[in-house]
């Protein structure tokens, strides 16, 4: 028997909670927080879902509800039931390894500094972290016994050893195992090292320095030069692992999305310095907005988890409920948490650095060889093709309203994008805008090449356009004796969304229709986003080259220092327009006489 949404709606009120979605089994499909329940579960109901929220609906057999005092709380519900029962629908972090901790033992008299992958309540000690990468450990555990002599062997080695190891010889070990160093001095050594784990090498620093000089004035000639190489190494350590900051902790989290993939990437920074990147890649089922998807990753990261929240969540994207996210967050830290969007100085640095991380890692993810293997097959079968193409060129226009129109080719193979194989084409005499006469151009350029002996037959040819693009380009192929290869027009839907592209394959009846997690569509999509880039780069760099170089280079006695230097000392061109006969005199190079013909040449 189906749902009965009307009579469900009905008995729901209008109050903030947490509603839960079954199927037939009693399986949860899906866990929701609404601030007004019955509003968000008629939403539901509606003819104006997209296909995966349908396909959520029609396999609703029943719909619990848990009221709640305020959207804060039903935000907390939300994410302990979706951890707990990790239902299909919902957005999932795919992070179930244990992270690392740096364990110190309080009841050893010579602790070792101990990598362990899980807290255990029996331990009779300290925990440092959790970190988010175990190379990030290791590598910082190896620099604290380089640097402070801490002891790296087991308990069990240390209880036996008559005489020095190896790490003594190398100077990596104050061999507490034979009593080379006493109790006092070794504790005091790890308490430098913890303190430089925890992100304050500064403070351990000047308590090296003021114990350098005691040696010093002491006449401890040694003992201060084997502090000065201390304070040396930690030095580098700083200059290494510090931004331009005054400290702060905070996580990053930036979204990469791309046809076929996600990512986001959460950079953890701890008193200025940075910890490690953490990427995860969520399957998006509901096809939310990337705001929407970041938020809900943001949430299922902290609530109703024992993760440390920092005091600033700084986020790639505008949340759309910030204000209720940040208010959740504050209420499991027992603090002020502030959650921000918009920052400038180093926190735009980190920013930059988590977005860049997320790309590079969807790259990666995209470029493996399995997943291309699955995509050109599939494009093979929807193409209805003997074997696999090995080799699909697409070409894309870009101009500004007719202005450096530029042409770009790009070929993909089996291996990925063939970037060795990419090609501008400067488009010149045409009308400004004529987007059919600059593909025609393109085009021409190119096959005239191949059909010359120059370059690579491509398998497939891919043109940004629609049934027009697609007869142009075949007259162009005709005309070089090329008629044998296919041809495949993406023309955008009206909304220019991923996943709504209309598919012109020549000889078909009717556009090719493909569904939105096709693999074979996210091929299709990925050469011609990578197209569409790739002319807009060369487009961009020949406009600005033009603009900023075009009206200086027709004035008299303006050779191409003289330009270098007015483009310099204003920011560039529009700086040199707004600048006054006396600004331009001041230019190293520019006489008077030369800043008034400037001048006149730029105003009329």
Request: proline share 4%.
């Amino acid at each position: 028997m189906s749902f009965d949404s009307k009579h469900f709606l009905k008995t729901i009120g209008q109050g903030p909670g947490v509603y839960r979605m079954y199927d037939d089994a009693g399986d949860t499909l899906y866990v929701g927080k609404a601030k007004r329940l019955r509003a968000r579960l008629a939403s539901y109901f509606r003819g104006t879902l997209n296909a995966k929220t349908q396909a959520l609906v029609t396999r609703i057999a029943d719909i619990q509800v848990t009221l709640t005092h305020s959207e804060t709380e039903a935000l907390l519900l939300e994410q302990t039931l979706i951890k707990e029962l990790r239902p299909p629908y919902n957005i999932l972090l795919r992070d179930d390894k244990s992270y690392p901790f740096v364990f110190v033992s309080d009841h050893h008299p010579y602790p070792a500094l101990e990598y362990k992958r899980a807290r255990r309540r029996r331990d009779d000690g300290r925990y440092l972290g959790p970190y988010p990468s175990s190379g990030a450990v290791r590598e910082s555990l190896s620099l604290m016994q380089k640097i402070f002599r801490i002891r790296n062997c087991e308990d069990s080695v240390f209880a036996h050893r008559s005489r020095p190891c190896l790490q003594y010889q190398i100077q990596r070990c104050s061999a507490p195992c034979v009593g080379l160093i006493d109790e006092d001095a070794y504790r005091r050594d790890l308490e430098h090292a913890v303190l430089c784990l925890s992100g304050k090498s500064d403070q351990v620093t000047d308590e090296l320095t003021q114990a350098m000089e005691a040696a010093s004035q002491a006449l401890a000639f040694e003992e201060a030069a084997r502090l000065r190489d201390q304070i040396q190494q930690l030095r580098r350590l700083q200059a290494r692992q510090y931004v331009d900051t005054g400290g702060g902790d905070a996580d990053l989290f930036a979204l990469a999305e791309r046809p076929g993939g996600l990512c986001v990437a959460v950079l953890t920074v701890r008193q200025g310095r940075m910890l490690g990147v953490n990427h995860h890649t969520p399957v998006n089922g509901l096809d939310l907005a990337p705001e929407a998807l970041l938020g809900e990753l943001v949430s299922q990261y902290y609530l109703g988890s024992a993760r440390e929240v920092p005091e600033e969540v700084i986020t790639g994207l505008a949340l759309p409920d910030a204000d209720l996210i940040q208010a959740a967050l504050s209420q499991q830290a027992g603090r002020r948490v502030r959650l921000t969007h918009q920052v400038r100085g180093h926190r735009a640095q980190w920013l930059g650095l988590a977005q860049t991380n997320a790309e590079q890692h969807l790259g990666t993810q995209l470029a493996n060889q399995t997943q291309l293997a699955r995509r050109f097959e599939a494009l093979r079968q929807a193409l209805g093709l003997e074997s696999p193409p090995t080799r699909l060129e697409c070409f894309d226009i870009s101009h500004s309203q007719g202005e450096a129109t530029i042409a770009s080719c790009v070929a993909f193979g089996p291996e990925g994008p063939l970037n060795s194989d990419y090609r501008r084409f400067a488009i010149e005499g045409i009308a400004p805008g004529d987007d059919y006469g600059a593909m025609h151009q393109a085009l021409s350029r190119r096959f005239k090449r191949l059909a010359e002996g120059e370059g690579k037959r491509p398998d497939l040819l891919v043109v940004d356009g629609g049934k027009g693009q697609l007869r142009m380009a075949r007259e162009v192929l005709e005309e070089f004796g090329l008629g044998d290869i296919r041809l495949l027009g993406v023309a955008k839907g009206s909304t220019r969304k991923a996943g709504l592209e209309t598919l012109f394959l020549e000889g078909a009846d009717r556009p090719l229709a493909l569904e939105a997690d096709s693999p074979a569509l996210h091929l299709i999509q990925h050469i011609r986003d990578e197209s569409h880039r790739y002319a807009i780069a060369g487009h961009r760099a020949k406009r600005d080259k033009a603009r900023r170089t075009s009206t200086l280079q027709e004035v008299p006695g303006i050779g191409p220092k003289r330009r270098r230097e007015l483009l310099r000392f204003f920011g560039g061109l529009q700086g040199v327009r707004q600048a006054s006969r006396e600004e331009l005199a001041r230019v190293p190079g520019i006489s008077a006489g030369l800043a008034e013909i400037l001048y006149q040449a730029l105003h009329g």
